[in-house]
């Protein structure tokens, strides 16, 4: 199933890349970067033991295994497409199995409404979910859509920008009474920070002046309370045990009720972009796009902003 998912893969971009004459060009109509549509033709050729390319700096063409190996390539995918056609019927109903993937905490604060409208708005559609901050591979765990929070999306799939990650340092009032409260980003190491742990501690932030977004500051902290789950951190924070990095879309009613301040707000932390990616395809099923607009609409109305970008 996974060599025949990779080589469908590869048909894509091959044809990709024929139709559009260059890599650059088919990497702009795909989402993905030169350098990763590169990759995956070159992966094509060493998989098939032939060239399918002939390239220069100047220009690029099929080589005559390459040519034969296209047509046959477009015909498969005219065929995929077809069968996908019909399978969604006239309609274009989106109906079957949708795997989504998310982020624990961005998924249950922020997609999980999505999911429901989204079923509430197609019955037929049988809905998936794992909340996770473990990597998953979308390819060999069969997922749909996954929604991540990253600086890099993966160049070999297709990335929908949602918005981004807009995070805050905060503290609760009985903690910046007993600690004083900091001035300049230098001060943290004099604090209680509470950390996150994301494989490995996080114990370095990276802060950016609100008026710089070319430079950021990276600051080591430290704390004794490590923590790897960001509803935990939050809770660490309102306790008054430290400072604390998290996503303001969490902490927007405590810092409006008091119950957290937000400190060093001439600077914030990088945010990270949150992206919908899936694997690209000539032909994305109703229940995949029906899906991503859904959430790309959530994001860009603010229903999950103020929150996010």
Not at 193 to 200: P, R, Y
Request: with cysteine; aromatic share 4%; glycine share 6%.
């Amino acid at each position: 199933m996974l060599e025949h998912r990779e080589a469908i893969t590869g048909m894509s971009i091959l044809v990709a890349v024929v139709d559009a004459g260059s890599l650059s060009a088919a990497a702009a109509k795909l989402g993905m970067t030169s350098s990763a549509v590169s990759k995956q033709v070159s992966r094509l050729e060493a998989r098939l033991g032939i060239r399918l390319l002939q390239r220069t700096t100047r220009r690029m063409q099929l080589t005559e295994a390459g040519a034969r190996y296209c047509e046959r390539a477009r015909s498969i995918l005219e065929s995929i497409e077809s069968v996908e056609r019909e399978a969604e019927s006239v309609q274009d109903t989106p109906h079957g199995t949708l795997r989504i993937t998310a982020p624990t905490v961005l998924g249950q604060v922020q997609v999980m409404p999505v999911v429901l409208a989204f079923q509430r708005a197609h019955p037929a559609v049988k809905v998936h979910v794992e909340f996770s901050d473990r990597r998953i591979d979308l390819i060999e765990e069969g997922v749909d859509v996954a929604i991540r929070m990253t600086a890099q999306p993966p160049p070999a799939f297709v990335a929908r920008r949602l918005g981004d990650d807009r995070r805050v340092l905060c503290a609760s009032p009985d903690y910046l009474a007993r600690a004083g409260r900091p001035r300049r980003p230098g001060e943290l190491s004099n604090h209680e920070c509470i950390v996150f742990v994301a494989g490995q501690p996080v114990e370095t932030w990276h802060l950016r002046a609100t008026q710089d977004a070319e430079h950021t500051t990276p600051i080591r902290v430290s704390g004794r309370l490590h923590v790897n789950n960001t509803h935990a951190l939050r809770q660490a924070a309102l306790a008054g045990l430290g400072l604390a990095d998290l996503p303001r879309y969490l902490v927007e009613e405590d810092l409006a009720a008091g119950r957290l301040e937000a400190v060093l707000e001439r600077f914030m932390p990088v945010a990270r972009g949150v992206f919908a990616i899936y694997a690209p395809a000539p032909y994305v099923p109703a229940k995949v796009r029906r899906f991503v607009e859904m959430v790309e609409k959530t994001f860009r109305d603010g229903v999950a902003e103020g929150r996010t970008s």
